[in-house]
């Protein structure tokens, strides 16, 4: 892929590059990095933010517009358990578009005090997918 060329340089093996992994340590996964508009050697300052609201939490991010081959997926959970993270009830909008990159929130209802949020980031090929699932939590 033109982006993992892109960014390999020396001392990087290629399997620093691949879609789950983290070769920077910022917690965020390679696939994340590609489609947040980041740089995977260099570790981020979060590009994700939070607010809960009286009766909504919200969870904000960046996305690179035309890189349509990984979709960026919100998740909640109100206990972290496995089966428990879902986008159910979760409303996206544009926050603002510039050039090839718009910030998106995604607003979850409130159901109590607390919530756990995180961001799938799903590569689609041709045959298949692989899905990334080291992510932004909160």
């Known amino acids: 892929m033109e982006w993992q060329v892109a960014h390999m340089m020396p001392g990087w093996t290629s399997s620093d590059f691949d879609l789950e992994s983290d070769p920077d340590a910022d917690g965020y996964a390679n696939a994340l990095e590609y489609k947040f508009g980041t740089h995977p050697l260099v570790p981020e300052v979060s590009p994700t933010s939070y607010r809960?609201?009286?009766?909504?939490?919200?969870?904000?991010?960046?996305?690179?517009?035309?890189?349509?081959?990984?979709?960026?997926?919100?998740?909640?959970?109100?206990?972290?358990?496995?089966?428990?993270?879902?986008?159910?009830?979760?409303?996206?909008?544009?926050?603002?578009?510039?050039?090839?990159?718009?910030?998106?929130?995604?607003?979850?209802?409130?159901?109590?005090?607390?919530?756990?949020?995180?961001?799938?980031?799903?590569?689609?090929?041709?045959l298949g997918s692989v899905v990334a699932r080291t992510l932004a939590q909160y």
């Open 52 to 126: 809960k609201h009286l009766s909504s939490f919200e969870l904000t991010y960046p996305e690179v517009i035309g890189r349509t081959d990984v979709l960026l997926l919100p998740k909640v959970s109100i206990d972290l358990s496995v089966n428990a993270w879902s986008d159910g009830g979760v409303v996206i909008t544009n926050e603002s578009i510039v050039t090839n990159q718009a910030l998106r929130t995604a607003t979850f209802p409130a159901s109590g005090d607390a919530a756990f949020f995180r961001l799938e980031a799903e590569w689609r090929f041709i």
